[in-house]
C-alpha cells in the first residue's frame, strides 16, 4: 500500500527559490526507497519541503491519501511523517533518555512505553542512556537519531545520509538497522551518498539530478545499469559525486 | 592579611551565589533567543521593588515576596520582549540589544517616577552577625544566600524535569531539530522570558535585601551580570553559575586590593580577558 506520494514538488529557500524543479515519487508501507545524486541535487531540500521546514510553491503531498501539502512540522508528524536531518541530528547536550523523550514530544503519554521498545530494539541506547548525546560515536549518534525519529511511530520514516561520516563497519551495520526498520513496515526514504551500498539494500532506487527525477527503478536494476554506473558510480561504484552528476575520479 | 582574605572569599561567594540568579535569566534568554537582553538590570530593579512592596505594603514574609518578585518582572521583561526586541527580530542580535538597553532605561524610569530616587529599605529584623572565630557572616547574608540557591534548584528541576523545561533546553541546543520535533519555538521563546526575566527579578530582590532598593539597583549589576555569563560561556547554565561566583570573589578581592570605587573594573577586565583568550567562555560550547 502507497504510504507515501508526492507529486511534482517544487520549491527551494528565499535566496534560492529554484532549486527543487517537480519531483515525483512514491513510497509504499515496508518499502526502502533511496535518494541519490550528485552534490547540490536538492535531495535535501526536498526533505525540507516535505515536513514542513520549507514551504513547496507547487506540486503535492500526500501521507495515506491524506493532503499534507505545505502543512507545519506539527501536523506532518501526527500525520505519522518523520525526518532524520542529514547534520546535527541529535542534541548534543541532552541525554540519550532525553532525546528519545523529545522524539515522543506531542506524545508525552506514550513516551514511556515507547522508550522502553525503542531501547529493546536498540539496546546500546539502554546502556548509554544517561549519557549526553555529545559524547557519543558518530555511528552511535545516527542510531539514536533514528532510535528518535522512531519514538513517535511514523508510518514514513526519512533519513537524509545516515551513514555520512561514518567507518565502513559502522555504516553497514547502520544499513541493516534501516532494512530492519523498512521489515517491520515503516515505508523508508532514504538519501545517501554511499551510492552502491544503498541500492544493494534498497527495494528501489530515484536518482534526481539538478532538481528533476533522472532515474527511477528497481534498485538492484538500477545499480547494474552501465549508464547509471558510469554516470554516478564511478570506477568501482563508491566514488562521490560532483555537481555535474559525474565522478571525480573519472572525469578528466 | 590572611583573615581579610578569607573573609572577601566566603563575602565573595555569598555575592557570586546571588549574582547567578540574575546571571541564568540572562543566559537563559541569550541561550534561546540568540540576542543578550540589556533590559537585565532594569528587571532586576523591577523585582526588587515589586518585592519590597510585597514586604512592606502586604507584609510578605521573604519566602512569599520571591515568587512576586518574579512574577512582575517576568510580565515586565514580556513586555519589554514583545513591545521593543520583538518588532526588530529581523535586524538581528546587535538591533534587538540595543532595544533591549533601550526598553531598560524606559523601564527604569518609570520606576524613577513612581517610587522617586529614595532608597527604600525591607522591614528586616536587626540581627547581629555571628562571629565564628575570626569571621563574620550575617544572618540575613546567609538567609539570602540560602534563598538563592533555593532559587537556582527550582530553575534546575524546571529544566530538568518539565516537558517545556526540556523543550527550552532542545531549543537552545538544536532550533532545527526541536522545530522537526514539533516544538513551538514561539511559545518556548516567550516562556524563556518570562523566566528568564523572573530570574532577574528574584536576584533584584536579594540584592535589595542585601543593599537597599532604589531606581539604579539592578543597572549596577549588569556589568557583573554579563562578565559572569560571559566568562562561563553565554548560553551555559552552569557556566552562568561559575561564572557569577569567580566574579563576585574577585569583585570582593578586588576591594582589599584596591579603592573600592574600582571594583567595577572588575567586570571589564573579565569580559576583555575572556573575549580575547577564548571567547567561547569556559563552559561555553558556541563563541559569540
Ligand atoms: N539554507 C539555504 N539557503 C539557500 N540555498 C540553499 C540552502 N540550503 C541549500 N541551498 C541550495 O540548494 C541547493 C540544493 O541543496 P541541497 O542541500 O538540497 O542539496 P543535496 O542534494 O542535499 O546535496 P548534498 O549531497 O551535498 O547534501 C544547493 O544549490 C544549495 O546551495
Ligand atoms: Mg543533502
Known amino acids: 500500500m502507497t504510504a507515501l506520494t508526492v507529486q511534482e514538488l517544487t520549491g527551494g529557500y528565499a535566496a534560492a527559490d529554484h532549486v527543487v ?6 513510497v509504499a508501507s515496508g518499502e526502502l526507497v533511496c535518494v541519490i545524486g550528485p552534490n547540490g541535487a536538492g535531495k535535501s531540500t526536498v526533505l525540507k519541503l516535505l515536513t514542513g521546514l520549507l514551504r513547496p510553491r507547487a506540486g503535492q503531498v500526500a501521507l495515506d491519501g ?3 501539502t505545505g502543512q507545519s512540522p506539527r501536523v506532518v508528524i501526527e500525520a505519522g511523517m518523520v525526518l532524520v536531518p542529514q547534520e546535527r541530528n541529535v542534541f548534543g547536550t541532552l541525554s540519550v533518555e532525553e532525546n528519545l523523550a523529545m522524539g515522543c514530544f506531542l506524545d508525552p503519554g506514550r513516551a514511556k512505553a515507547r522508550m522502553t521498545a525503542v531501547m529493546d530494539r536498540f539496546p546500546l541506547l539502554a546502556e548509554r542512556r544517561r549519557q549526553a548525546a555529545r559524547t557519543m560515536s558518530g555511528g552511535q549518534r545516527q542510531i539514536l537519531a533514528m532510535g528518535q525519529a522512531l ?6 520514516l526519512l533519513l537524509d545520509e545516515p551513514t555520512a561520516g561514518l567507518s565502513p563497519k559502522a555504516a553497514t551495520d547502520l544499513f541493516a538497522l534501516v532494512r530492519a ?5 515503516v515505508a523508508v526514504l532514504m538519501v545517501e551518498q554511499n551510492a552502491l551500498q ?7 532506487a530515484l536518482v534526481l539530478v539538478d532538481g528533476r527525477n533522472a532515474h527511477e527503478g528497481p534498485a538492484p536494476a538500477l545499480a547494474r545499469d552501465p549508464a547509471i554506473r558510469r554516470l554516478f558510480l564511478g570506477g568501482r561504484g563508491e566514488g562521490r559525486m560532483d555537481a555535474t552528476g559525474t565522478n571525480r575520479e573519472t572525469s578528466p | 592579611m590572611i583573615e581579610a582574605l578569607l573573609q572577601a572569599l566566603i563575602n565573595g561567594v555569598i555575592a557570586g551565589t546571588i549574582l547567578a540568579v540574575p546571571a541564568l535569566g540572562f543566559t537563559a534568554i541569550f541561550a534561546v533567543l540568540n540576542y543578550p537582553n540589556f533590559a537585565i538590570g532594569a528587571l532586576a530593579t523591577v523585582g526588587a521593588y515589586a518585592g519590597w512592596v510585597g514586604n512592606t505594603v502586604f507584609g510578605l514574609p521573604m519566602l512569599g515576596a520571591l515568587p512576586l518578585a518574579f512574577g512582575v518582572a517576568g510580565l515586565a521583561g514580556l513586555a519589554v520582549q514583545s513591545l521593543a526586541v520583538k518588532p526588530l527580530e529581523a535586524s538581528g542580535a546587535l538591533m534587538m540589544a540595543i532595544a533591549s538597553l533601550a526598553a531598560g532605561l524606559v523601564l527604569e524610569n518609570i520606576l524613577r517616577f513612581g517610587f522617586g530616587n529614595d532608597l527604600r529599605g525591607f522591614e528586616l529584623p536587626l540581627l547581629r552577625d555571628w562571629r565564628i572565630g575570626e569571621f563574620r557572616i550575617g544572618p540575613q547574608q546567609l538567609e539570602n544566600f540560602g534563598l538563592a540557591l533555593a532559587c537556582m534548584a527550582l530553575l534546575w528541576a524546571f529544566l530538568r524535569f518539565s516537558r517545556t523545561g526540556r523543550a527550552m533546553r532542545a531549543v537552545a541546543d538544536n532550533r532545527d531539530l526541536a522545530l522537526l520535533r514539533g516544538v513551538d519555538p514561539v511559545r518556548v521563546a516567550l516562556v524563556t522570558v518570562i ?30 551580570i554579563f562578565a559572569a555569563a560571559v566568562l562561563g560561556g553565554l548560553g551555559s547554565i552552569p557556566g552562568a553559575v561559575a561564572g557569577a561566583i569567580a566574579i563576585g570573589m574577585a569583585e570582593e578581592l578586588s576591594v582589599i586590593v584596591f579603592n573600592p570605587a574600582y571594583r567595577l573594573v572588575v567586570g571589564f577586565v573579565v569580559i576583555l580577558i575572556v573575549l580575547t583568550l577564548r571567547p567561547a567562555g569556559l563552559f561555553g560550547t558556541r563563541a559569540s
Open chain 1, 198 to 204: 544503498a541500492m544493494q539494500i534498497s527495494d528501489r
Open chain 1, 21 to 26: 524543479k517537480g519531483v515525483s515519487f512514491t
Open chain 1, 151 to 156: 519514538m513517535s511511530e511514523p508510518r514514513v
Open chain 1, 181 to 185: 526498520t523498512a521489515e517491520t513496515g
Open chain 1, 66 to 68: 491524506r493532503d499534507i
Open chain 2, 195 to 224: 523566566v528568564g526575566a523572573g530570574l532577574a527579578g528574584m536576584g533584584g530582590m536579594l540584592v535589595g535585601l542585601d543593599t537597599s532598593v532604589d531606581p539604579l539597583t539592578g543597572t549596577r549589576l549588569v556589568l557583573s
